[in-house]
């Protein structure tokens, strides 16, 4: 039996979307760094005080050094300004604001600017006249 035709078609092929913690984890991390604990939420490679979910948050590598937020204050006001990646479906970002540590208050974030892959966001904190003496700012991120 002979058989005669003709097919068309086409191959595409994605490279993988990194659109959430456990995406990056597998994109990230070697299978040993896995087994070693160093793919954890709460673990920390490298060291500069940035914990791997806040690496994913900020879009930055565990392994290398990673700059703080930017936190600045004027005479009534202070802000925290980070870059973020855009399209990460699994965060919430916070930037919140305490006189104590202790009990925390939500600040509203602004998008600053955005380019193709990541966005400058900056959370404020308009500091009242009769405000307290100290006050503190930090990034939370939620999974």
Do not use: C
């Given at each position: 039996l002979n058989?005669?035709?003709s097919?068309?078609?086409?191959?595409?092929?994605d490279?993988?979307?990194?659109?959430?913690?456990?995406?990056?984890?597998?994109?990230?991390?070697?299978?040993?760094?896995?087994?070693?604990?160093?793919?954890?939420a709460?673990?920390?490679?490298?060291?500069?005080?940035?914990?791997?979910l806040?690496?994913?948050?900020l879009?930055?590598?565990p392994?290398?050094?990673?700059?703080?937020?930017?936190?600045?204050?004027?005479?009534?006001?202070?802000?925290?300004?980070?870059?973020?990646?855009?399209?990460?479906?699994?965060?919430?970002?916070?930037?919140?604001?305490?006189?104590?540590?202790?009990?925390?208050?939500?600040?509203?974030?602004?998008?600053?600017?955005?380019?193709?892959?990541?966005?400058?966001?900056?959370?404020?904190?308009?500091?009242?006249?009769?405000?307290?003496?100290?006050?503190?700012?930090?990034?939370?991120?939620?999974?």
């Amino acid at each position: 039996l002979n058989y005669a035709g003709s097919v068309n078609g086409s191959l595409v092929i994605d490279a993988p979307s990194i659109r959430d913690f456990n995406g990056w984890v597998a994109a990230t991390f070697s299978t040993l760094q896995l087994a070693g604990g160093e793919a954890e939420a709460t673990a920390d490679p490298d060291g500069d005080g940035l914990v791997n979910l806040a690496e994913y948050a900020l879009g930055s590598d565990p392994y290398s050094f990673t700059q703080q937020p930017q936190v600045s204050r004027t005479a009534d006001s202070f802000s925290i300004t980070f870059q973020r990646p855009r399209m990460l479906e699994d965060l919430t970002y916070h930037a919140e604001v305490s006189s104590n540590l202790r009990d925390w208050t939500g600040l509203s974030l602004e998008v600053l600017s955005v380019d193709s892959d990541r966005e400058t966001v900056r959370g404020n904190y308009s500091i009242p006249s009769d405000g307290p003496v100290r006050s503190f700012i930090r990034l939370r991120f939620e999974k």
